[in-house]
């Protein structure tokens, strides 16, 4: 059964930094392209960024062009996400999803997609 739980969320002042993780289980890590998505109260869901199963290709929404990192380690099953410069507009729940399909100018979710329970990121002004 596959599970993906992500971590690292919580409360940060405007202009700071969060790290958020992302293991998942059940499956085999490196056979899948993985991506972050949010959804704020109210407001639809926003795929921010994704990488594919090697490393190699990467793609980031502009609202977070420069100051959001993604990047996995396949040994550890772990995907992350390095926020900078973090506004209080990046408030909101943030899931990490694997079985997406990641190329360079954005990702999808086919079936079969799979994300966790999200962790909350609020950023106060």
């Known amino acids: 059964q596959v599970s993906v739980v992500e971590s690292g969320g919580g409360l940060v002042q405007a202009g700071g930094s969060l790290r958020l993780s992302c293991t998942a289980s059940?499956?085999?890590?490196?056979?899948?392209?993985m991506g972050w998505f949010r959804q704020a109260p109210g407001k639809e869901r926003e795929e921010l960024s994704c990488?594919?199963?090697?490393?190699?290709?990467?793609y980031y929404t502009d609202s977070v062009k420069g100051r959001f990192t993604i990047s996995r380690d396949n040994a550890k099953n772990t995907l992350y996400l390095q926020m900078n410069s973090l506004k209080p507009e990046d408030t909101a729940m943030y899931y990490c999803?694997?079985?997406?399909?990641?190329?360079?100018?954005?990702?999808?979710?086919?079936?079969?997609?799979?994300w966790g329970q999200g962790t909350q990121v609020t950023v106060s002004s």
């Open positions: 999803a694997t079985r997406v399909s990641c190329y360079s100018g954005g990702f999808y979710f086919p079936i079969g997609a799979y």
């Open positions: 059940g499956l085999t890590f490196d056979d899948y392209d």
């Open positions: 990488i594919n199963r090697s490393g190699g290709i990467t």
